[in-house]
């Protein structure tokens, strides 16, 4: 129980409280913040991380299980889908990041329509760079049909 000498009680914050309260709030903020803004950078990295993924897991697949699979990438709407005889996928860009074209060795630069590739028990067949765009921001992926590795590269490269 608190007794008050002058009749009085004072509610409130003192100016090191609130200066306190004001700090923490403002460094949650500075932290949490910039995950929420997506540059175009970070759209387009983003994709090409995982288009990236979905041909090593298709290379991986594919020579670890003696499996055929087939990569079908449809420049026209942006997305590419995976088949073998238990499973299939499909993906869809995300955030605008669009297919600016696709470099095979055989079929040479692609920037319209489907482009279908078979990874079979050795893996594809040959090298695949594919480029993509988001406004001015372009990535390049470059996937080994040798030992299933891919490089992702913040520029366009043939």
């Known amino acids: 129980m608190r007794i008050l000498l002058t009749g009085t009680y004072k509610k409130g914050f003192t100016l090191v409280e609130l200066i306190i309260v004001i700090f923490i709030i403002s460094l949650s903020t500075a932290l949490i913040m910039p995950s929420f803004w997506k540059t175009d950078e970070s759209a387009v ?7 990236s993924s979905t041909l090593r897991y298709l290379y991986d697949e594919a020579v670890g299980k003696k499996r055929t699979y087939v990569i079908k990438i449809d420049l026209n ?11 299939s996928r499909r993906f869809q860009m995300r955030d605008n990041v669009m297919f600016k074209d696709v470099v095979i060795p055989s079929l040479g630069e692609v920037s319209t329509g489907e482009i279908i590739l078979k990874f079979g028990p050795l893996g594809p067949e040959e090298p695949i760079t594919l480029h993509l765009v988001k406004d001015k921001t372009e990535y390049t992926v470059m996937f080994n ?3 299933g590795r891919s490089k992702i590269i913040n520029e366009y490269i043939l």
């Open 145 to 147: 049909h040798i030992n």
């Open 45 to 51: 990295k983003s994709e090409a991380k995982r288009l």
């Open 77 to 87: 709407s942006d997305s590419w889908k995976f088949e073998s005889e238990k499973e």
